[in-house]
């Protein structure tokens, strides 16, 4: 395995052309799938750019910040982002998150990333099998729902920043499916929710590590601009695909989380065949 670089010794001039698709790869499945883009970007970084683990998650929340707000906001435009339910799942995240994190230690963590792979493997398989739950096209509204539905929703952002805050992953990968089979939600408007949900989750962590100095700006500058455009193409494409497709879409990505919690060393080695390195 390639040893890892110093921040100071990145040559971003020689590598640029990776950064961009490593930009551009993680904004148009930000923006296509509804998810922060970590899962994209932090690999990309350490497997094929070199950068050390801590300064790849710091680089990629700095990162997930615009991205994420821009594509947000072209969900938001269609129609297909509820803001207060947004700030719901944000506010019992945050509490969800800071428990999680100061278990950490305390927990095999080994142990329960191969409990979520298996369920995000789950879930997977669940979405690629057409019909059942996330059939409705109709909006909600969370001051005329049930306070019983309120209240399941607020657990089920508390359980995402749980998960997102032990194990170091992104939310929306426990957020959208909750959202699409738990209540019945149309999965662009789950997806709409869930990348404006990554906007402040994402603000604060990227605060956190670049006080830390685990952001890489040199990088991150680079980054932002392609994973943007990226975000806007794939957003804008979201509203214009069949909500089946985009289902599936997520169920084929969350086989690739899977994979990463159940064989991460398989699809290192695999990342590094494919740069080369």
């Known amino acids: 395995m390639a040893a890892v670089t110093a921040a100071s010794d990145i040559d971003v001039q020689a590598k640029w052309k990776a950064v961009i698709v490593i930009g551009a790869l993680t904004g148009l499945l930000s923006g296509l799938l509804g998810i922060g883009g970590a899962a994209i970007l932090v690999p990309g970084m350490t497997e094929v750019l070199g950068i050390s683990q801590h300064r790849a998650t710091g680089t990629s929340l700095?990162?997930?910040?615009?991205?994420?707000?821009?594509?947000?906001?072209?969900?938001?435009?269609?129609?297909?982002?509820?803001?207060?339910?947004?700030?719901?799942?944000?506010?019992?995240?945050?509490?969800?998150?800071?428990?999680?994190?100061?278990?950490?230690?305390?927990?095999?963590?080994?142990?329960?990333?191969?409990?979520?792979?298996?369920f995000l493997l789950f879930v997977a398989i669940r979405l690629l099998i057409p019909g059942g739950a996330g059939s409705n096209t109709q909006a909600v509204d969370l001051f005329t729902q049930n306070p019983l539905i309120t209240a399941g929703e607020g657990v089920l952002g508390f359980i995402a920043g749980?998960?997102?805050?032990?194990?170091?992953?992104?939310?929306?990968?426990?957020?959208?499916?909750?959202?699409?089979?738990?209540?019945?939600?149309?999965?662009?408007?789950?997806?709409?929710?869930?990348?404006?949900?990554?906007?402040?989750?994402?603000?604060?962590?990227?605060?956190?590590?670049?006080?830390?100095?685990?952001?890489?700006?040199?990088?991150?500058?680079?980054?932002?601009?392609?994973?943007?455009?990226?975000?806007?193409?794939?957003?804008n494409f979201a509203q214009r695909i069949d909500p089946l497709i985009l289902r599936m879409g997520f169920g084929v990505f969350l086989i690739y989380g899977s994979a990463r919690m159940l064989a991460p060393q398989l699809v290192s080695r695999l990342l590094h065949r494919v740069s080369g390195r």
């Open 62 to 118: 700095f990162v997930i910040i615009p991205t994420a707000l821009v594509s947000a906001v072209i969900y938001a435009m269609s129609g297909q982002l509820d803001w207060i339910l947004a700030i719901l799942f944000s506010v019992t995240a945050v509490i969800g998150a800071t428990l999680g994190a100061r278990l950490t230690a305390r927990i095999s963590a080994r142990a329960l990333r191969r409990m979520f792979g298996l």
């Open 162 to 235: 749980f998960l997102s805050g032990l194990l170091g992953i992104g939310g929306g990968q426990v957020l959208t499916p909750g959202m699409v089979f738990l209540f019945d939600m149309p999965q662009r408007l789950a997806q709409g929710i869930s990348i404006a949900f990554i906007v402040p989750t994402a603000l604060s962590g990227a605060y956190t590590h670049y006080r830390r100095g685990n952001v890489v700006p040199s990088v991150g500058l680079l980054l932002i601009p392609a994973s943007v455009i990226g975000g806007v193409v794939g957003s």
